[in-house]
């Protein structure tokens, strides 16, 4: 949050003062992949699948179940999530389900809607 402010902050006041010169703050994105294992994106399309995976820095392995999910049942909404849990567990060769994996589900409804959760295997 406080990245968002200070970016709010020099680009008004750059605006405001007509320079350039004032530094770009990048706004913090933390790198899921260090306590996360697995990944199951809410499979609405090919686009919400590529920006979710480049905004959140992940590697092609990590959307591979959302992909293929999209391919094989189609955008089913928020249900997909549990389709890509079936496949880490029963189908991804590049990187099983293993005891002690962590996995993330993020799902995302109409207007301002997103839910998520993380799942520990036993």
Avoid at 113 to 122: A, N, P, T
Wanted: aromatic share 10%; charged share 25%.
């Amino acid at each position: 949050v406080i990245s968002l402010v200070a970016r709010f902050v020099f680009k008004t006041l750059g605006k405001l003062l007509g320079t350039k010169k004032l530094p770009n703050i990048k706004v913090y994105v933390p790198d899921f992949k260090r306590g996360i294992d697995h990944f199951c994106i809410h499979a609405g399309g090919r686009a919400v699948i590529d920006g979710i995976e480049k905004n959140m820095k992940l590697e092609k392995l990590h959307t591979e179940p959302s992909r293929m999910t999209l391919m094989n049942y189609g955008n089913t909404s928020s249900s997909s999530i549990w389709y890509e849990l079936e496949y880490i567990m029963e189908h991804q060769r590049s990187n099983p389900l293993k005891k002690g994996d962590r996995v993330m589900q993020v799902a995302f409804g109409s207007g301002f809607k997103c839910c998520s959760g993380v799942w520990l295997k036993l």
